[in-house]
């Protein structure tokens, strides 16, 4: 069965400061990953996605993500981290023989703290 | 325009009772989804609909969950004899239809339960 691992539950950086978000996957072929940001009383919002090719993605709000099929990570990266970029972060996967669709399995999170 | 909206964003319910769940998505949207996020956990996936069939129900926990989506846009989660393994985040997502596994899903704020 797939999986999603997210090794850390809890981060805190500095504003300012570079971010590194992990994400371990479990699936026999290439799954289809994204990245969701959920703000307190926010819906979870799409930061980017990976289906194929470029295996370097760029999402919104300046992040980016890395697929390393080797690795089976699919690591969240931003350079320079803004005190809004505080909220919970969730990696997921999708089966990639779907029938059209996208069933998410999520891991359970790392929530981000920013200090100012 | 108007994202996907679901009420109650609170409901408090007695253990043994029945209770409704209601998502409206994006207007035009023909795939939508259910998920439930248990504290501290990621979203879990429950049910799938494209258009007013339940295409993929297989995260339903068990008989007493039950949704429909009867004219393919509104729909309704509902618990009977509610337990208090219930509680939870219920989250619901609408995406276009239009573009298969590429399509985005946009998620809504969610509905927190709890049972007592």
């Known amino acids: 069965a797939q999986s999603v691992t997210q090794p850390d539950i809890h981060i805190t950086v500095s504003e300012g400061a570079s971010l590194e978000l992990r994400c371990n996957y479990s699936?026999?072929?290439?799954?289809?990953l994204f990245w969701y940001v959920q703000s307190p009383g926010q819906g979870l919002q799409l930061l980017l996605k990976?289906?194929?090719?470029?295996?370097l993605v760029q999402g919104i709000k300046g992040f980016e993500a890395e697929f390393k099929r080797s690795q089976s990570s699919f690591n969240l990266r931003k350079p320079s981290v803004h005190w809004s970029d505080a909220a919970e972060y969730f990696c997921?996967?999708?089966?990639?023989?779907?029938?059209?669709?996208?069933?998410?399995?999520f891991g359970a999170g790392t929530r981000l703290a920013v200090h100012p | 325009g108007a994202g996907v909206s679901q009420t109650p964003s609170n409901k408090v319910t007695e253990k043994g009772k029945y209770v409704e769940l209601r998502c409206d998505p994006i207007s035009g949207h023909t795939a939508l989804y259910w998920y439930r996020q248990s504290l501290g956990q990621g979203p879990e996936f429950l049910i799938y609909f494209q258009g007013t069939g339940a295409a993929d129900d297989s995260g339903l926990p068990n008989d007493r969950f039950f949704a429909v989506r009867p004219e393919g846009s509104v729909s309704t989660l509902k618990i009977q004899r509610t337990e208090r393994g219930d509680s939870a985040v219920y989250l619901c997502?609408?995406?276009?239809?239009?573009?298969?596994?590429?399509?985005?899903?946009?998620f809504g704020p969610g509905t927190r339960l709890t049972v007592l």
């Open positions: 699936y026999g072929a290439t799954p289809y």
């Open positions: 997502a609408s995406s276009s239809g239009l573009a298969g596994y590429t399509d985005t899903q946009y």
């Open positions: 990976y289906f194929s090719g470029d295996t």
């Open positions: 997921a996967v999708a089966p990639s023989f779907s029938g059209g669709y996208n069933k998410l399995i």
